[in-house]
């Protein structure tokens, strides 16, 4: 039996290129229409409390989700995630509120659906996932020489300096300061301790589920990619990752920088939600723990695993209000017993649909 | 031209001397034997090949090119694959993923193109799981693909090393002891496998292995260390004979008044 090498292969698998094109598209926007579907018709159905929640659950699916990235996939514990949000937050915020107040005049909402202000806003997201992925490169650097509790000492670190770094800006401008200014002039005014208040209340559901639609798409076509399958290799056995061929540190700063982008978009959508307020007290080391809960609860590597870890922890304060104070106790508890009874996580590395709990219900039935 | 040559490769952990002056030449296609007791040296010698050690002194060369001080990544690239005899699986990955791992090295497209599912990236994902499928089929492991590579039967877990190994595309393939652990129907099964692998894909083939009767029976040459010297190199009808090997391995004669 003869086994020819791949490149004798391909020629042979090829697909016609429209085939592939609507492949590569069908599940963004499947995605899209889906979030579209839900901005529409289920948030006017569900009243603003639950449309609340639903907001929440996205967000939580794609910091947790970009998270898994590294933590699961890659398999370095990072304990800085909230550190990406506030710098995606922070910059995100700071374009939309200076950017409309020199655009516009002011830093109320501007335009309708997909209008000027919601343009403005998007730019924000990508321009905070952009300064995220830059950070990322920079923490994903001690992770060539760090493993396990080093590197994670490293993110905890990396977290409370942005924390400080964002405390130690001045107040907030209003609109009447900041238009004598350039927008360069208006960086270190991002309200210090108190919080980055006045920020537009861009985040709807649609984007905030488009964007849970591109994490997903992207971590699941990475695990099922070879690219994903050599990260998964580096989490497994470093050395024989390295014999496999797998440039093993160009493999961790990667994944660090995928993970960090999606984690300061997941900072930008909750800096713009309404409700909540951007400021560091909110996005300190509990904030990053109760992201690795997520990761680890759901299964490290699962990519279904950790969405409904997610939604569940997102749902569950909300559930019990009365017990709230009681949540990180209950969450470290929680955490606990799953090391102890599935130290791999819920689903572990494996998927919902790897698991055949549908035939196994199907079986049931009968 | 040797596929793989080291010359004067020595290495030293503190005072100990774990390689010493070794000198080895695989030629193409050849399957060569590295021997000796436990504590030898003969993983170490694995290890500076592969770039997981940097040698001390001498010189490392894949196809005339050279490849010492290079990364253990780019040394895999450059066509250099191994087994490990401590298995080192990526245990909770299934076989299949384990081997296509390995093929997917060879694969050209980028992140971007793997986010994207572009044409090229399909048909070489396409072409990894082919190929990795027969590998499988190859190692008689086809059975167990979807199979955590951790739950596999240890012997299983041996071929799947070696499948994976065979995956990178090598050159030269460096096996540490493949038949380790094995019964006798077992170690015969992998002996033809060896010959197999080395005929199909026409590799160069260097092994250590503490089974002396398949050492001598499939190698054309030997090198025998000892506490990282080279005490013996040349073909197995000598290197039995050799009086320096069979002291290493049984002892020192009994002299008269001990």
Same mark, same amino acid.
């Given at each position: 039996m003869k086994v020819p090498p791949l490149a004798d292969r391909?020629?042979?698998?090829?697909?016609?290129?429209?085939?592939?094109?609507?492949?590569?598209?069908?599940?963004?926007?499947?995605?899209?229409? +889906?979030?579209?579907?839900?901005?529409?018709f289920l948030a006017p159905l569900i009243g603003p409390f639950y449309a609340k929640l639903v907001l929440d659950i996205g967000i939580a699916i794609v910091l947790a989700s970009s998270l898994n990235i590294v933590n699961g996939f890659g398999g370095q514990f990072s304990i800085g995630h909230a550190g990406f949000m506030m710098i995606g937050g922070y910059a995100a915020a700071w374009l939309t509120y200076y950017g409309s107040i020199h655009l516009w005049g002011s830093a109320e909402l501007h335009g309708g659906f997909l209008g000027g202000g919601d343009l403005l806003f998007l730019a924000g997201c990508l321009f905070g996932?952009?300064?995220?992925? +830059?950070?990322?490169?920079?923490?994903?650097?001690?992770?060539?020489?760090?493993?396990?509790?080093?590197?994670?000492?490293?993110t905890l670190g990396f977290g409370e300096i942005m924390r400080v770094l964002v405390q130690?800006?001045?107040?907030?401008?209003?609109?009447?300061?900041?238009?004598?200014?350039?927008?360069?002039?208006?960086?270190?005014?991002?309200?210090? @301790? +108190?919080?980055?208040?006045?920020?537009?209340?861009?985040?709807?559901?649609?984007?905030?589920?488009?964007?849970?639609?591109?994490?997903?798409?992207?971590?699941?076509?990475?695990?099922? @990619?070879?690219?994903?399958?050599?990260?998964?290799?580096?989490?497994?056995?470093?050395?024989?990752?390295?014999?496999?061929?797998?440039?093993?540190?160009?493999?961790?700063?990667?994944?660090?920088?995928? @993970?960090?982008?999606?984690?300061?978009?997941?900072?930008? +959508?909750f800096a713009h939600e309404l409700?909540?307020?951007?400021?560091?007290?909110?996005?300190?080391?509990?904030?990053?723990?109760?992201?690795?809960?997520?990761?680890?609860?759901?299964?490290?590597? @699962?990519i279904s695993g950790v969405v409904l870890a997610a939604i569940a922890l997102t749902i569950m304060p909300e559930a019990f209000r009365s017990f709230s104070d009681y949540r990180m106790p209950i969450y470290a508890l929680a955490l606990i017993v799953v090391m102890i009874v599935r130290p791999q996580g819920l689903m572990g590395i494996k998927e919902l649909w790897d698991t055949g709990w549908w035939r196994r219900v199907i079986r049931r039935g009968k | 031209m040797?596929?793989? /040559?080291?010359?004067?490769?020595?290495?030293?952990?503190?005072?100990?001397?774990?390689?010493?002056?070794? /000198?080895?030449?695989?030629?193409?296609?050849?399957?060569h034997g590295l021997i000796g007791p436990n504590g030898a040296?003969?993983?170490?010698?694995?290890?500076?090949?592969?770039?997981?050690?940097?040698?001390?002194?001498?010189?490392?060369?894949?196809?005339?090119?050279?490849?010492?001080?290079?990364?253990?990544?780019?040394?895999?690239?450059a066509g250099l694959a191994r087994t490990f005899q401590n298995i080192r699986l990526f245990g909770e990955l299934t076989v299949l993923d384990n081997v296509r791992t390995a093929a997917g090295v060879r694969a050209t497209s980028g992140l971007w193109r793997s986010l994207l599912r572009t044409p090229h990236y399909l048909a070489e994902e396409a072409a990894i799981a082919e190929r990795a499928h027969e590998l499988l089929d190859l190692l008689?492991?086809?059975?167990?693909?979807?199979?955590?590579?951790?739950?596999?039967p240890y012997g299983d877990q041996r071929r799947l090393e070696i499948a994976r190994a065979l995956a990178t595309e090598p050159k030269v393939l460096l096996l540490d002891e493949p038949v380790a652990g094995m019964n006798t129907p077992e170690k015969h099964a992998m002996r033809g496998l060896i010959q197999a692998l080395r005929e199909q894909f026409g590799v160069a083939i260097l092994l250590i292995e503490h089974d002396m009767g398949l050492v001598m029976d499939i190698c054309e040459h030997i090198t025998v260390l000892d506490h990282g010297v080279t005490i013996a190199a040349g073909q197995p009808a000598a290197i039995q004979k050799d009086p320096k090997v069979i002291e290493a391995y049984l002892g020192a004669p009994e002299t008269e008044g001990n």
């Open positions: 391909i020629a042979k698998h090829r697909v016609p290129v429209a085939v592939a094109a609507a492949r590569s598209l069908w599940p963004l926007a499947a995605g899209i229409l +889906l979030a579209y579907v839900l901005q529409q996932g952009v300064l995220a992925a +830059l950070a990322g490169v920079v923490v994903g650097l001690p992770s060539l020489r760090l493993r396990g509790d080093y590197l994670a000492i490293v130690r800006t001045s107040d907030v401008l209003p609109a009447a300061d900041a238009a004598g200014k350039s927008l360069t002039e208006t960086a270190t005014h991002l309200g210090g @301790s +108190l919080g980055f208040g006045g920020v537009p209340t861009y985040t709807r559901i649609f984007y905030v589920y488009v964007f849970v639609a591109i994490v997903l798409v992207v971590a699941y076509r990475l695990k099922m @990619s070879s690219k994903g399958r050599a990260l998964l290799a580096v989490r497994e056995n470093e050395i024989a990752a390295g014999a496999m061929g797998i440039d093993t540190a160009r493999v961790k700063i990667v994944s660090f920088v995928t @993970s960090a982008f999606f984690g300061g978009i997941g900072g930008a +959508l409700g909540t307020t951007l400021n560091p007290r909110e996005l300190n080391f509990m904030k990053s723990i109760e992201l690795v809960i997520m990761v680890v609860l759901g299964g490290m590597g @699962s | 040797s596929a793989l /040559e080291a010359k004067g490769l020595s290495l030293a952990f503190g005072g100990l001397r774990a390689v010493d002056q070794l /000198e080895i030449a695989v030629p193409a296609g050849a399957l040296g003969k993983t170490t010698v694995f290890n500076l090949l592969t770039g997981v050690y940097l040698p001390d002194t001498g010189e490392i060369r894949l196809g005339g090119a050279r490849i010492d001080g290079k990364k253990p990544s780019a040394i895999a690239k008689g492991i086809a059975h167990r693909a979807g199979e955590q590579a951790k739950s596999l």
